[in-house]
């Protein structure tokens, strides 16, 4: 039978609803935006009205790059560990999930479980392992043993999602290829990559968001002030000097930090929803 068409009530609470969340969700960033471009003396003020009375400032932004060794400095750090991790996830991710998706080996099972059972470990609970390893190995106080760190958190949720994604994909498309010449490495690059790119842009996703936020291996590892990331700053920030906080520097640097992830995920959402569903339904 023929569904009788919804009423305008109906339709407009629906909407009212949506509205509603969506405000609950995007008030705090606009505020925190706003905010971030009021004079100094103005932005410890009540947060009504959000917007700047006395007219938008970049004063907050000036404050944060005088302090230390700069927010940009701070910044380039966060950008290359972030951009080494996504990188070294993607490559080391996309090469383990086709192995165990693809090829049988010994105890396959048993080892994809340890992998997944890493998952469980608190990062607190071997940090100091981790410190002692980066430091016999001269990794300590760089960015790239922080890279490496975080590598090893993200993997085993990357070799999750990425051999789902592999398990979704038809074994006749490869079987064809194989027919028509194509080596190993052609399969994988030039006809499986494109298949698994939303896990591939998922596994990115999430190993940016994680080392661009990640706080606690930061901070430990890193004890040079040239060597800090963006939230081992924003704690100095926050400190404030003789117990006096610039809430306009510190929203400032909430928006420098906040404003990739929100891009980047607003550019990729539509892979990233398919890549997290990869693999449900075979």
Partial sequence: MPRAPRSWLAFASEHLTALTIAFLFVAPIGWTVFSSFKPAKEAGLPPLPPWPTLGPSIENYATLATFGDGLWRSASNSTLVAVMTVALTMIVSLLAGYGFSRFSFPFKGLCFLLILATIMIPFQSILTPIFLILT????????????LVYVTLQLPFAIFMMRNSFDAVPKEIEDAARIDGANDRQLLIVIMLPLVWPGMVTVALFAFLNSWNE??????????????????MMTSVQSGRFGAIDWGAVQAGVTVMMAPCLILF?????????????????
């Fill in 266 to 282: 607003l550019l990729l959402q539509r892979f990233y929803i398919r890549g997290l569903t990869a693999g449900a339904v075979k």
């Fill in 136 to 147: 016999r190995l001269g990794l300590q106080n760089t960015l790239v043993g922080l890279a």
């Fill in 215 to 232: 706080f606690l291996g930061a901070l430990v590892l890193t004890t040079d002030q040239s060597k800090f990331t963006l939230p081992v």
